[in-house]
């Protein structure tokens, strides 16, 4: 799980990988013999007993930063990723976080990332905990991010990535009623389609602290159905 790949100076909630950084991580999953690809096709390959050498790469809240720093590192690779946009943001700014303000996507720059091969996905309107959402404001939330991505791209939006990671009984179930194949989560059994459980990846993690983190999540995972 990245959020944005930048030249950062303030980076309160860790939430920004170095370019450099970046391309060191993904040339270090190559040189294992991995290959990064978006969530979809991970769900796709692992229903066909074909993800052993498969890594699922996420990008949340749709930082303008993917297309200049990350697309090109993976597209050079053949990896693909999922992006988890905030479809009330686009082109517009990460106003519901406390952090630093940086640019999200446009519809142009989504619709290259979509052409450039990557998964774009939803990850709400608003940027709101769905927990702590009323009935009507949740299932807006889910039907209303997904139809505007679909008519943006012209193509399904079968993912979603609970905004803050923030998830419950409910909100699962409404995700998956709304017809979404899967759902992002962070910390979870991982067990459940609809709340895959994901690895913060970060500036920090070099060479070393990737394979740990990878043989980690690999054993948390393997209850997924
Ligand atoms: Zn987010």
Not at 11 to 34: I, N, S, Y
Not at 136 to 159: F, I, K, T
Request: net charge positive.
């Amino acid at each position: 799980m990245y959020h944005s790949v930048d030249h950062c100076l303030e980076d309160p909630h860790l939430v920004t990988v170095t370019p450099g950084r970046f391309e060191r991580q993904m040339r270090g999953l190559e040189a294992a013999g991995l290959r990064g690809v978006g969530v979809a096709e991970l769900l796709a390959a692992k229903a066909a007993g074909r993800h052993r050498r498969l890594v699922g790469l996420t990008f949340d809240d749709g930082y303008a930063d993917f297309v200049r720093h990350a697309v090109p590192v993976l597209a050079r690779r053949g990896f693909t990723a999922t992006v988890f946009v905030v479809t009330g943001e686009i082109g517009g700014r990460n106003a519901w976080d406390t952090g630093p303000r940086k640019p999200l996507m446009d519809a142009g720059q989504l619709r290259a990332a979509a052409e450039a091969g990557m998964e774009v996905a939803s990850h709400g309107v608003r940027h709101v905990s769905l927990p702590e959402a009323g009935d009507d404001e949740l299932a807006a939330e889910l039907r209303d991010s997904r139809a505007h991505l679909e008519d943006l791209l012209q193509r399904p939006v079968p993912g979603f990535a609970y905004p803050y990671g923030n998830i419950s009984p409910r909100v699962v179930r409404a995700v998956r009623d709304a017809g979404y194949d899967y759902g992002c989560a962070i910390w979870t059994s991982g067990a459940d389609r609809h709340a895959l459980a994901r690895t913060y990846i970060g500036e920090r993690d070099g060479a070393l602290r990737m394979r740990l983190k990878f043989a980690r999540h690999r054993f948390r995972q393997r209850r997924l159905r």
